[in-house]
């Protein structure tokens, strides 16, 4: 079965540098386009970054740009999100998350990582 397991998160001051892995498994994950959402408390789930198949084609939120880098491993089976300039307001929980044709299109998603910044 489909299964995305992220890691890496934790506490860092802003300012401070976190990197994301997700690994993928029971699909055949170098086909498809991977993305990170995040849900910070109270708020709905917002894309933060997707990744094309082959790695070459990258989008991020506006409130991202500059600061976050997505990339994958396709050899691994693993995404990144590396995450420079840590604002309190990237707190949040970050999600992996892959669509797939199982009747129809459906969104994949791990257990997420939970990300806080503060001093």
């Known amino acids: 079965q489909v299964q995305l397991v992220e890691s890496g998160g934790g506490l860092v001051q802003p300012g401070g540098s976190l990197r994301l892995s997700c690994v993928a498994s029971?699909?055949?994950?170098?086909?498809?386009?991977m993305s990170w959402y995040r849900q910070a408390p109270g708020k709905e789930r917002e894309l933060v970054a997707t990744?094309?198949?082959?790695?070459?084609?990258?989008n991020y939120a506006d409130s991202v740009k500059g600061r976050f880098t997505v990339s994958r491993d396709n050899a691994k089976n693993t995404v990144y999100l590396q995450m420079n300039s840590l604002k309190p307001e990237d707190t949040a929980v970050y999600y992996c998350?892959?669509?797939?044709?199982?009747?129809?299109?459906?969104?994949?998603w791990g257990q997420g990582t939970q990300v806080t910044v503060s001093s």
């Open positions: 998350n892959v669509k797939l044709p199982t009747g129809g299109i459906r969104d994949y």
């Open positions: 029971g699909f055949t994950f170098s086909i498809y386009l």
């Open positions: 990744i094309s198949r082959a790695g070459s084609i990258t």
